[in-house]
Nanobody, 122 residues
Framework: VQLQASGGGLVQAGGSLRLSCSAPGRIFSRAAVGWFRQTPGKERECVSVISRNGRNTYYGDSVKGRFTISRDNAKNTVYLQMNSLKPEDTVVYYC????????????????WGQGTQVTVSS
């Protein structure tokens, strides 16, 4: 089972993008969903996570105040609104689902999307 991530692209610094992640309902309804990103040569880091009911969220320090995660359970979709983008946000973003509660630990995520490239030009 694979999640579908989309919404990446090329944007100028200071601009915005919205990433989307969809999953089969039987998985989506039971799981927290997270966005991760990975720079070549570095470990995959947790960007943001949202709980099953959407009430609890987590943001990494580097994106706090700029990114907003949300979910539409009726559409089985999680969104990551990215504002005030910086060149250092340039990386592949992955969405993942799995844990019953919010977690930043990669091993707790059983299902992953294929990744979507975000490129921010200076």
């Amino acid at each position: 089972v694979q999640l579908q991530a989309s919404g990446g692209g090329l944007v100028q610094a200071g601009g915005s993008l919205r990433l989307s992640c969809s999953a089969p309902g039987r998985i989506f309804s039971r799981a927290a969903v997270g966005w991760f990103r990975q720079t070549p040569g570095k470990e995959r880091e947790c960007v943001s996570v949202i709980s099953r009911n959407g009430r609890n969220t987590y943001y990494g320090d580097s994106v706090k105040g700029r990114f907003t995660i949300s979910r539409d359970n009726a559409k089985n979709t999680v969104y990551l609104q990215m504002n005030s983008l910086k060149p250092e946000d340039t990386v592949v973003y992955y969405c993942a689902a799995g844990p019953r509660s919010t977690s930043t630990i990669l091993s707790k995520y059983d299902y992953w999307g294929q990744g979507t490239q975000v490129t921010v030009s200076s």
